[in-house]
């Protein structure tokens, strides 16, 4: 469900032609959808109603700070990865009681800012992270509230490079030893120990992997208790699967994954916090791009447009798929070809859609990348020297650019020439 349409047949972002900020602004830009967001969350945090929830945008889906302001003022917290993101939470208007920070690779300097700020929680993932936390917390006179971040040994089914959750992967204290490093942090000065966290990979299709790693959690709560501790706080993390238009499989609801909740986990006594990332903002996003050329080649058909791999990498990353629209809609009877369409990178890998049957474009063409809100925007660089994305939000019928396209002369701006090469 979304509020991309068709409407007397041009595409629209809930009130606003897509073809209207393209004529505005240039090409490509994403178009974020208030009203999509707001659905998405609201239906997320409905399923949880009557838990004592705490939903947490995962801004490393899409960390704009106007994208995080709009779920802010709907209720949301913030899961950050990075001082970085801590800095865009607080920005946004996150308090910092609402957010909880996660990542393997904590710095002091950003330990030290999390507490600085009052954060809710820091979701620990080993036992070195431990000792820094309570170093630094220690030398403030302070205790760093923190959940373990536990590896369940739980295989999500889900691509490779997004699984997070199985013992070969870098993320979190083996559920095994988990108990014990619990027993441990409750004992240090500088560490309030409030619970435990899991997070088991990303685009999760079956709820199956879900289940078995909450009920992993149930048993450690248990365990963690009998030894006379207390867990106030069990993070669930994220990973809710959306639909890209290529699905075999049947896409589960939320409404299934709230029952497995509480199946699992429902009767501890503690409060839920929940990290949805892709789940609030993927289907509220488009990437809009033009055709600059069709190429037709002597075995295949390219599309070329000026949206590439450093605007959306996940067809490259992650052989993902995306739905490629056009921005005019087309007739009944419009003609369809078999294309790759490809960007202007210099490299081979720099494909948006491989083998698709889209209707036969011009060049001058406004197409629309659909589901682009997640893990879009984030990853996007300015390989080969190309602009940096921008990005608009879009709300009724009004839009704003909340990041502007950034170009040559403001890249240049920020390198130095020493002063042997003058
Ligand atoms: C990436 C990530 C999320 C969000 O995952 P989605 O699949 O976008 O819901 C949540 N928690 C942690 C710790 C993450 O790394």
Redesign the pocket.
Known sequence: MDYFEYKNGDLYAEDVKLGDIADEIGTPFYAYSTATMTRHYQVFADALRGMNALVCF?L??NSNVAVMRTLARLGAGA?V?SGGELTRALKAGVPAAKIIF??VGKTDSEIALALDVGIRQI?VESVPELEAIDRIATAKGVKAPIAL?INPDIDAGTHAK?T?GKLENK?GIEWTVAHEVYARASKMDGINAKGL?V?I????HDMEPFRKAYERMGDLVAMIRKDGLTVETLDL?????IPYGDEAHPIAGVEDYARIVRETVGDLGVEYIF??????V?NAGVLATKVIYVKEGSTKTFVIVDAAMNDLIRPTLYGAHHEIVPAREPASDAESIEADVVGPVCETGDVLAKGKTIVRPRAGDLLAVRTAG??GAVQSSTYNSRALVAEVLVDGDRFHVIRPRVGIEQMIALESMPNWLD
């Open positions: 995962a490393k889906a899961d990865v996660s990542g979701n971040r997004i997070t993320f966290a997070h990979g990303s685009q999760l993390g994220g990973g809710f699967g990290e949805p990332g892709r789940m609030i993927g997640a893990y």
